[in-house]
T-cell receptor, first 112, second 113 residues
Framework: GDSVTQMEGPVTLSEEAFLTINCTYTATGYPSLFWYVQYPGEGLQLLLKATKADDKGSNKGFEATYRKETTSFHLEKGSVQVSDSAVYFCALSGYNFNKFYFGSGTKLNVKP | EAGVTQFPSHSVIEKGQTVTLRCDPISGHDNLYWYRRVMGKEIKFLLHFVKESKQDESGMPNNRFLAERTGGTYSTLKVQPAELEDSGVYFC???????????FGQGTRLTVV
């Protein structure tokens, strides 16, 4: 069945460091891929998405590229800020977005 | 516009008791979803309503869980009787129609002791 695997955390970085959170997936067909973020005390928010191979999703300085050949959707940011501290979830869904498969989440701590 | 609202934000109950979680979707959103995250693991799909009808309930773990959405507005998820393994964070999400972004609530943290 469909599934998502992402790197375990927590990940601790200093401010302005480079961030990579790895995500790989297993899916039938052609899924859409997402990164969601949960800031402390808040709900899940869509961070970025990509709906087909080679698409790049980007938002708030974060980027991820849909790589079909490696079944990956790694999240990157060139320079993290303290305010980026949160839990990040990689997810996939079918074409109609009516059912998501999430990874286990990666907690990011950014220190000043 | 109000987002997806879940009540309560946190619930602590004893094993064997009953708990009811509530979700108020964004007004006008026909699609409503329940998910849960157990013990820091992945967030798993529970079920999907379209208006008041259950479109997909393949993720419901067992018959101790009952979800309803009378009138196609808010939804409740009842756990009866609660077991220790039911502890986790229960998320609700809504979307106006399929093929559009789902908006998530802040979750209800359920602790069964």
């Amino acid at each position: 069945g469909d599934s998502v695997t992402q790197m375990e955390g927590p990940v601790t970085l200093s401010e302005e460091a480079f961030l990579t959170i790895n995500c790989t997936y297993t899916a039938t067909g052609y899924p859409s891929l997402f990164w969601y973020v949960q800031y402390p005390g808040e709900g899940l928010q869509l961070l970025l998405k990509a709906t087909k191979a080679d698409d790049k999703g980007s938002n708030k300085g974060f980027e991820a590229t849909y790589r079909k050949e490696t079944t990956s959707f790694h999240l990157e940011k060139g320079s993290v800020q303290v305010s980026d501290s949160a839990v990040y979830f990689c997810a996939l869904s079918g074409y109609n977005f009516n059912k998501f498969y999430f990874g286990s989440g990666t907690k990011l701590n950014v220190k000043p | 516009e109000a987002g997806v609202t879940q009540f309560p934000s946190h619930s602590v109950i004893e094993k064997g008791q009953t708990v009811t979680l509530r979700c108020d979707p964004i007004s006008g959103h026909d699609n409503l979803y329940w998910y849960r995250r157990v013990m820091g693991k992945e967030i798993k799909f529970l079920l999907h309503f379209v208006k008041e009808s259950k479109q997909d309930e393949s993720g419901m773990p067992n018959n101790r869980f009952l979800a309803e959405r009378t009138g196609g507005t808010y939804s409740t998820l009842k756990v009866q009787p609660a077991e220790l393994e039911d502890s986790g964070v229960y998320f609700c999400a809504s979307s106006p129609r399929v093929n559009t972004e789902a908006f998530f609530g802040q979750g209800t943290r359920l602790t069964v002791v």
